[in-house]
């Protein structure tokens, strides 16, 4: 939240607040094109948080994983992962449901609306 106008408290008490989403690891200016975001740099595993996190980013074991992780997709998933939350109160796929299946299954294996069910 930012707070360079009011408070958190004032916010709060408002009921508006100034929400800025930030840090998807790849910001990069478009114009020119260049590969200076660190998702572009840097394919190596990152402390994701799963539930919104893209399924090559929870596994170690996929072909050409490091070009995958180097694409801008993962943070268009995560920015989708992050609004469908915004928008339904939960996350995609309930992985604490599932806690004893890999996170990367679920995602590729099962549909979102099952693995929210514990189905």
Do not use: W
């Not at 948080?49 to 997709?73: G, H, I, N």
């Not at 992050?82 to 599932?98: M, T």
């Amino acid at each position: 939240m930012r707070t360079n106008h009011l408070s958190v408290a004032e916010q709060a008490d408002e009921g508006t607040f100034d929400l800025c989403l930030i840090d998807f690891g790849s910001s990069v200016s478009l114009d020119p094109p260049t590969a200076s975001g660190y998702t572009a740099r840097c394919a190596m595993m990152r402390c994701a948080t799963a539930d919104y996190a893209p399924p090559e980013m929870l596994t170690v074991d996929l072909p050409d994983l490091t070009e995958l992780r180097k694409s801008a997709k993962i943070d268009v998933y995560a920015a989708a992962s992050v609004i469908f939350g915004l928008a339904g109160g939960s996350a995609p796929y309930d992985l604490g449901a599932h806690a004893d299946a890999s996170p990367y299954r679920i995602k590729t294996d099962g549909d979102a609306a099952a693995a929210r069910h514990g189905a």
